[in-house]
């Protein structure tokens, strides 16, 4: 239905680490501002995010409080964990290896 | 995962689990904040409320679906579709408790019937022996390869043993028993105790010792020392009340004191008998050490009375011990043959756990089989029942399916219910075991070895257990999988009341009948055999009179009886006193009775300087025993007082047959070696004797008169009188009784049957097998006719329009009662020559438990086949009659 085709399997856990990494939000500004930095590339339908922030919380890498905002609204905000900081190390390592990799040898192709 | 990790993830999983109703209230608070978020900022781009609302949910997918996935990401919604698809399952049950109820009956008692039998099967077969590391103790017994033909194995003596234990080093150490009978005096009437005379290294090999003093010390069993006893913890409790103070104080046995010095653990367990020949009896009150080898077992070719056990040293093999052990046998073989002839010695070994349990093996797997077959049964039949309810739930099924759910969820939500079932079931079925296992030991006849250990333990629990989850999924699977098949247009379109069995389904119904018939058919076929077995027994010719002879088994006080000649005048005044009394017609005593088994097995030479040492039985008889109890006179003449003092002796029909076939025996001679050598002259043949229980062959027999040995009289210290009475032999006890104690007080009376008593004893194991057979036999064909039943009854109210307008078309009564039979009828047929066929199979492995009656019996085949048919039709006839009076008008007007 909402499969993220156009996401390498594994990734959105990554991207949604990183950008909480950054400041606690909660799920409707999660999607706004993953929108924003991948300059609309990165298409994550709203019905495949709140799965995806509810497994990060239940594996304990992201933790969850209803916060009261700024226009007076309860709303459910999400944060990082100690957990979770060390898990998106890993994964960023991870990437980093894989798209090197792959970048290699996409080049070796054409060379 | 690290342990930091759980610290996050457990509370949230319990939160999850425990605050479902707060976790799914936050879900949903969470995500309608993001629809108007999200409404708020279409709207803001300028689009309508409406249409801004209905984008937003479109980007959501699906709000149930994107909870749905919330709630999965959680990893506990299994167990909430547990609970939930028990919840349903407890509805579901509740609303149709007649099925509930035979259901659960059903299961109930299958599984009842598995863990009772499985208990004993648990206590006799398979709970190691409680002995320290028994898989190395071995039973030693001596081959006499002379004896063989008649004895293969032969109990092991004290002068062999004493050999075996200084040579052999492939044992760590090699101990020895064999059962005694003493009288206990002291306060009230002498009691008549049974005990164990071994070695005093006895305990320290099996590995036990006494839990209150001590075990016997090493020099102990050395003659003139061993005046002391180790007591067994029940004959502690019974007879000293548990006294703890009973260590160091003194018994009288037989007149003697003994000092108590130890009493055993409650756990430990002698067994009842080892090898043919030795037995010790169910209930051994208390140990004793050998006090070293009497006069008469110094004989290293005598007095073969004794149980060897050996502990194997560790990294030794049993061949290498075997082969030891013949090495030094041969020895004693070469020794025995400065003095004497015809004695080759060999041993053999086997394990004692095989030993205690091995004539049980047999009958106990039949026994579990049967049992099994039953719990099969009951597993097909609660199939067919959940198979009977799928077409009406199909509607169910439908709907279900329309609504979203998948075939897996539904699959599991009839096999929760199964489950269900099997909870109830089996809970009601470990009762019903318990109450099983009690009454198996009741009715347990008394040669079943370790009986007095079979208990319900954790292993039959987990037996129990596992066995409700088993049958209640293996008779699950099938009908859920066909329920999940549902159609939803078919089901829905035919508004659930008319979708009519599948052709597929009714077959599947009716395979099972077979299988139920087929299976019956075998087990009554087997529970027939045993019958049959039982009444071809039963007449069996015993050789003496089984009606109005009453038996006695007396035992003297060895100390005031010690001479032959005591015992002897004792005796025969009793014969005198019963002689007189109102309604006795005649008496005698004999040393051992019939059906009691063999004893004093010694040689005999016949003729003498032809084959030596042929084993037979020897019974001293008063002069007229014989006619006393019954046994025929087929040549010559019995023993009467004219032949005082001659060396005379009576022989049975398979000793003159097989040294004197076709010639007259009478006024041969023999050569006897009972307690010395002699030459005796043959006065009379008698008929056989069933001496160890009907269904074995009679054994050589040779009677002696009372005067035999001469000097060395053979007359035992107990003896069986018996009683031959005019009228009914119980109304004599009393006056029996009172003679008895006239004769001498002191003498304890050990037994007192009647003869018809003691024949129904020695069959009592087969009485019990065939009780058992016809029990699981009976309750197999009872739920097979029920699922034929079932089917029948399912299948008429399933046609009832049908049958409504075949009557209405002219069909008659008759026309619509043989449909339906046929209908019923074939998967019967079916069922009934398979397990004809397939006991043909099954006989042939029970033909050692068969006396009488062949594996292939075509009288038992009949009957069983004319019971299964009779049953059969019964069971179509109930719902075939409720068919034939299907009024066409109401059965139209149902649609």
């Given amino acids: 239905m909402s499969k993220p085709s156009d996401l390498v399997q594994g990734t959105l856990d990554m991207l949604l680490l990183k950008i909480l990494a950054l400041e606690p939000m909660n799920g409707f500004a999660v999607s706004q501002r993953l929108k924003q930095v991948s300059g609309d590339v990165l298409q994550v339908s709203d019905g495949s995010l709140y799965p995806a922030l509810h497994k990060l919380e239940q594996e304990g890498w992201i933790t969850a409080e209803w916060k009261t905002s700024e226009y007076g609204r309860r709303a459910k905000y999400y944060s990082m964990t100690r957990l979770g900081r060390r898990q998106l190390e890993k994964e960023a390592d991870n990437w980093g290896r894989l798209s090197s990799a792959i970048s290699r040898v996409i080049k070796l192709k054409e060379a | ?895």
């Fill in chain 2, 1 to 895: 995962m690290r342990p930091e990790h759980w610290l996050f993830t457990i509370p949230l999983r319990l939160r999850s689990l425990f605050r479902w109703a707060q976790t799914d209230q936050e879900l949903d608070d969470e995500l309608r904040d993001h629809l108007e978020r999200k409404t708020e900022e279409y709207v803001a781009q300028g689009m309508a409320q409406e249409e801004a609302h209905r984008r937003a949910r479109l980007d959501l997918g699906g709000i149930e679906q994107t909870k749905e996935k919330c709630r999965d990401a959680r990893k506990v919604s299994w167990i909430q579709d547990f609970v939930q698809d028990l919840r349903f399952g407890v509805r579901v049950l509740r609303k149709s408790p007649g099925f509930t109820a035979i259901a659960t009956l059903t299961l109930a008692l299958g599984i009842g019937a598995n863990t009772a039998v499985f208990s004993v099967v648990n206590g006799v077969l398979l709970r190691p022996l409680a002995y320290q590391e028994s898989n190395q103790l071995y039973l030693i017994q001596v081959v006499w390869s002379q004896m063989s033909k008649f004895y293969p194995l032969i109990p092991a003596n004290l002068p062999g043993y004493q050999i075996w234990r200084k040579q052999s080093h492939s044992f760590e150490d090699i101990a020895i028993a064999e059962g005694t009978g003493t009288d206990l005096t002291g306060a009230g009437e002498p009691k008549e105790i049974h005990g164990v005379r071994g070695s005093a290294n006895l305990f320290s090999l099996l590995g036990v010792s006494p839990a209150l003093g001590r075990d016997f010390l090493p020099m102990e069993d050395e003659s003139g020392r061993g005046r002391v006893v180790i007591l067994t913890n029940r004959f502690w409790r019974g007879y000293f009340h548990s006294d703890p103070a009973v260590i160091g104080r003194a018994i009288i046995l037989d007149g003697v004191p003994f000092t108590v010095v130890g009493v055993l653990p409650a756990s430990f367990h002698f067994p009842t008998q080892l090898g043919q020949l030795t037995t010790f009896g169910r209930e051994i009150d208390f140990f004793e050490p050998l006090n070293g080898p009497k006069d008469d077992e110094r004989d290293l070719v005598g007095e073969f009375d004794f149980a060897a056990i050996g502990r194997l040293r560790t990294g030794m093999s049993p061949e290498q011990a075997l082969a030891e052990l013949n090495v030094i046998q041969a020895q004693i073989s070469r020794e025995v043959a400065k003095t004497d002839t015809g004695v080759d010695l060999s041993a053999a070994i086997i394990p004692l756990e095989f030993e205690v349990v091995g004539a049980a093996r047999r009958g106990l797997t039949l026994l579990l089989a049967a049992v099994g077959v039953v719990m099969l049964i009951a597993c097909v039949n609660l199939a067919n029942m959940m198979l009977s309810r799928i077409p009406g739930r199909m509607r169910e099924a439908a709907i279900r399916t329309a609504l979203g759910a998948t075939r897996w969820q539904l699959f599991r939500r009839m096999l929760t219910e199964n489950l269900l079932l099997g909870i109830l079931g089996g809970a009601l079925g470990v009762w019903l075991g318990r109450k099983g296992v009690m009454w198996l030991v009741r009715a347990a006849p008394p040669g079943l070895p370790r009986l007095d250990e079979v208990h319900m333990d954790s292993r039959v629990l987990w037996f129990a257990v596992l066995l409700s989850l088993f049958t209640s999924v293996l008779s699950g699977v099938l009908p859920a999988w066909r329920a999940s098949k549902a159609d939803v247009q078919e089901a829905l379109k035919s508004g659930g009341a008319a979708a009519g069995e599948s052709q597929g389904s009714r077959r599947l119904r009716e395979a099972l009948v077979g299988i139920e018939v087929g299976m019956s058919t075998a087990l009554l076929i087997v529970a027939g055999l045993l019958t049959s077995s039982l009444f071809h027994l039963l007449r069996v010719d015993p050789g003496f009179a089984t009606e109005k002879v009453l038996t006695v088994d007396v035992d003297l006080p060895p100390q005031r009886y010690s001479e032959p000649t005591a015992r002897l005048h004792f005796y025969n005044a009793l014969l005198d006193r019963l002689r007189g009394l109102p309604g006795v017609h005649a008496s005698g005593w004999v040393s051992r009775l019939p059906l009691e088994g063999e004893t004093s097995v010694t040689g005999l030479d016949v003729p003498p300087g032809g084959p030596s040492h042929f084993p037979a039985n020897f019974r001293t008889a008063s002069p007229d025993y014989l006619a006393a109890v019954g046994i025929r006179l087929l040549h010559g003449r019995i023993f009467s007082e004219s032949d005082r003092g001659r060396k005379v002796v009576v022989v049975s029909e398979s000793v003159a047959q097989r040294f004197w076939p076709g010639q007259n025996p009478i006024g041969r001679t023999c050569l006897t070696f009972w307690g010395g050598k002699e030459e005796d002259e043959v006065i009379g043949v008698v008929g056989d004797v069933r001496t160890v229980k009907l269904d074995a062959a009679p054994v050589m027999m040779v009677y002696v008169p009372d005067w035999f040995g001469g000097k060395n009289l053979r007359v035992p210290q107990s003896a069986g009188i018996v009683v031959r009475t005019s009228g009914d032999e119980r109304g004599v006890e009393p006056s029996v009784r009172e003679a008895i104690h006239a004769a001498d007080s002191e003498v304890p009376i050990v037994a007192m049957r009647s003869m018809s008593e003691m024949v129904s004893e020695s069959v009592a194991p087969r009485r019990f097998q065939m009780l058992l057979g016809l029990l699981f036999a009976g309750s197999a064909l009872f739920l097979a006719s029920l699922g034929i039943y079932g089917v029948i009854a399912y299948s008429v109210e399933q046609r009832r329009r049908e049958l409504g307008i075949r009557s209405a078309l002219g069909a008659q009564v008759s026309d619509l009662h043989r449909m339906i039979l046929r209908q019923g009828m074939t998967p019967v047929a079916a069922g009934l020559l398979t397990g004809l066929s397939g006991s043909l199979v099954i006989g042939r492995l029970i033909e050692s438990l068969l006396f009488g009656v062949k594996a292939a019996d075509p009288m038992t085949m009949g009957t069983v086949a004319f019971l299964v048919t009779i049953v059969a039709l019964l069971a179509c006839f109930i719902p075939s009659r409720r068919a034939s009076r299907v009024d066409p008008m109401v059965a139209l007007r149902y649609e």
